[in-house]
């Protein structure tokens, strides 16, 4: 079985500070494993994605996110907030069950960005 | 570049009322899916589909049905509305069968059922 844990359900930062949002992750094989960002009454839009390429990976917008294989985590991290960054963050692993894709979704982290 | 549209944006019910939430992609994907969104639980798959005339259950498929006519429309029906499906719905498209290929999803339907 797999699951996500996203650490904080809120986080809050100044215009122009490191952000750096938190994710474990649970999984029997190799995970692969997304960040998702949900701006205000809009759908999920794809940050990031890591496939067992480089485990640091590099989206969207400035951010990016590793993979540690011991800690079973995938942080995501952009060193300098923007106001525009508010919004809900989704970590998510993805697996394969009895003929199609299986997205477990951490419950979510709303980033809010101070000026 | 429409990528995944949901129709209508918003809707509000009375309870026993009937609905269908159209979503239409146009990027020739094979796999379609429909989720709920509630506060504090994530997205959780309600049905999906591995192509054209085929669909399956997903995690929380009571209470709704899906329609696959064709390959870029996926319909998702509520028989008779209850106040627990007050939620946000989300439809989602993928080119592949491979976990490792992201899902992408429309602006979402929000539904309030009274």
């Known amino acids: 079985a797999q699951s996500v844990t996203q650490l904080d359900s809120h986080v809050s930062v100044s215009e122009g500070t490191p952000v750096l949002l938190r994710c474990n992750y649970s999984s029997s094989y190799s995970p692969s494993l997304f960040w998702y960002v949900q701006h205000p009454n809009k759908g999920l839009q794809l940050l990031l994605k890591y496939t067992s390429a480089a485990t640091l990976v590099k989206g969207i917008n400035g951010f990016e996110a590793e993979f540690k294989k011991s800690e079973t985590s995938f942080h995501l991290t952009k060193p300098s907030a923007h106001m525009s960054d508010a919004a809900e963050y989704f970590c998510v692993v993805s697996g394969w069950n009895t003929g199609f894709q299986k997205l477990v979704f951490g419950t979510g982290t709303r980033l809010l960005v101070s000026p | 570049n429409a990528g995944v549209t949901q129709t209508p944006k918003f809707r509000v019910l009375k309870t026993g009322q009937s609905m269908t939430l159209l979503c239409a992609q146009d990027?020739?994907?094979?796999?379609m899916y429909w989720y709920r969104q509630d506060p504090g639980m994530g997205l959780r798959l309600i049905h999906y589909s591995v192509g054209e005339g085929t669909t399956a259950k997903g995690e929380v498929p009571d209470g709704y049905n899906v329609s696959r006519l064709k390959k870029q429309n996926f319909l998702l029906g509520l028989e008779s509305a209850a106040p627990s499906q007050t939620s946000v719905y989300f439809c989602?498209?993928?080119?592949?069968?491979?976990?490792?290929?992201?899902?992408?999803f429309g602006d979402g339907t929000r539904l309030s059922i009274l």
């Open positions: 989602a498209s993928s080119s592949a069968d491979r976990v490792n290929q992201p899902q992408h």
């Open positions: 990027m020739n994907h094979e796999y």
